[in-house]
C-alpha cells in the first residue's frame, strides 16, 4: 500500500470515528497495526489531522461560535457561561497532559491495552444507557452548570488512556451528571476544539522539526480526508443518539475490541 492510499483510509478513519464514542486513537492505533505500519512513524500523522475534525465541528457549528463571539464583546451571559464551561472542562486535561505526556506517549504504541479499552468501554456505556436518566431536553451547553462542566473535564481525562474514547467519556460522563443526550453530544463537540487543538500543537511543538515536505503532503491528504468524513458523520450522529441512544456503539466497541484481542493472540 502506498503511502498516499495509507494517508487517505486513516484520515477518513479518523473523521469517521472521532465524533463516536468508539475511540479515534483506538482505532488508528489498531490500523496501523493491522495494516503493518510502522508505529512510530505514523503517530505524529495520526495526532497531525486531528486538526481537521476541529474544522469540521467549527464549520457545521459556525453560527453557535459566531453568536458566543459576539456575545463576548457584549459581555452577554449565555456566551460567558458557554466559554466558561468548555475552559472549565479542558483545564484538567492540560494538567494531566503536561504532567504525564510521556506516560501517555507510552501507552499509544499497546494495541492490547486500546482493546480492552474498547471492551471495557462499550460495558460502560451500556451501564450509563440503562441506569441513567437524562432529560429528554436540556438547556444547552451554556446551560450546564459550573460543578457539571468541571466533572465532565474530569471525566474526559480518562480518554488518555488509547481506546477509552474522548467524545465517548465526555457524552456518558455528561449523561451520567444529568445533562440531556443533544447538549452532552455537543458539549463533546465543542470540548474538542480546545483538546485536540491543544494535543496537536503539543505535539507538533515536541515533533515538528523531523517532519519532511513528504510527511507534510501526507497530513494534509488526511486532514482533507478527514474533514470531509466528519462533516457527515457528525450530522448523522446526533440524530442516531438523540432517537436511539449509544448501545450501537456500545456492542460495537466490544466487538471490536474481542476481535482484536483474539487477531493479536493468534497472529
Keep these: 500500500m502506498t503511502d498516499t492510499l495509507a494517508a487517505i483510509l486513516l484520515g477518513i478513519l479518523e473523521g469517521l470515528t472521532e465524533f463516536l464514542p468508539v475511540s479515534s486513537t483506538g482505532h ?21 489531522i486531528q486538526p481537521a475534525a476541529i474544522l469540521a465541528i467549527v464549520v457545521l457549528y459556525w453560527r453557535t461560535f459566531w453568536d458566543v463571539a459576539k456575545g463576548l464583546f457584549g459581555l452577554e451571559k ?5 466559554v466558561r464551561n468548555l ?21 499509544l504504541g499497546n494495541p492490547v491495552l486500546v482493546c480492552w479499552s474498547l471492551v471495557l468501554g462499550g460495558v460502560a456505556i451500556l451501564a450509563v444507557e440503562r441506569w441513567a436518566n437524562p432529560p429528554a431536553e436540556g438547556p444547552g451547553v451554556a446551560g450546564v452548570p459550573l460543578r457539571t462542566s468541571v466533572l465532565i473535564g474530569l471525566v474526559q481525562c480518562l480518554a488518555m488512556i488509547p481506546g477509552v474514547s474522548r467524545s465517548g467519556a465526555t457524552i456518558l460522563g ?5 445533562v440531556d443526550r443533544k447538549t452532552a453530544a455537543e458539549f463533546s463537540f465543542f ?6 487543538t491543544g494535543a496537536t500543537v503539543y ?12 510527511d507534510a503532503q501526507l497530513i494534509g ?4 480526508a478527514g474533514f470531509v468524513t466528519a462533516l457527515v458523520v457528525v450530522k448523522i450522529f446526533v440524530a442516531v443518539v438523540t432517537k436511539i441512544g449509544f448501545a450501537p456503539f456500545a456492542w460495537y466497541r466490544i466487538v471490536l475490541g474481542l476481535a482484536g484481542l483474539a487477531w493479536l493472540t493468534w497472529r
Design 28 to 48: 488508528l492505533i489498531l490500523a496501523t497495526e493491522v495494516l503493518g505500519f510502522n508505529q512510530d512513524e505514523w503517530e505524529v500523522f495520526n495526532i497531525a
Design 78 to 82: 449565555g456566551a460567558l457561561s458557554f
Design 87 to 107: 475552559l472549565v472542562a479542558f483545564f484538567p486535561a492540560v494538567l494531566l497532559g503536561l504532567a504525564f505526556g510521556d506516560v501517555i506517549q507510552g501507552w
Design 174 to 178: 455528561a449523561m451520567a451528571f444529568g
Design 191 to 196: 470540548l474538542a476544539v480546545p483538546t485536540l
Design 203 to 214: 505535539q507538533l511543538a515536541k515533533h515538528g522539526a523531523n517532519l519532511t515536505m513528504n
Design 221 to 224: 491528504i488526511g486532514s482533507i
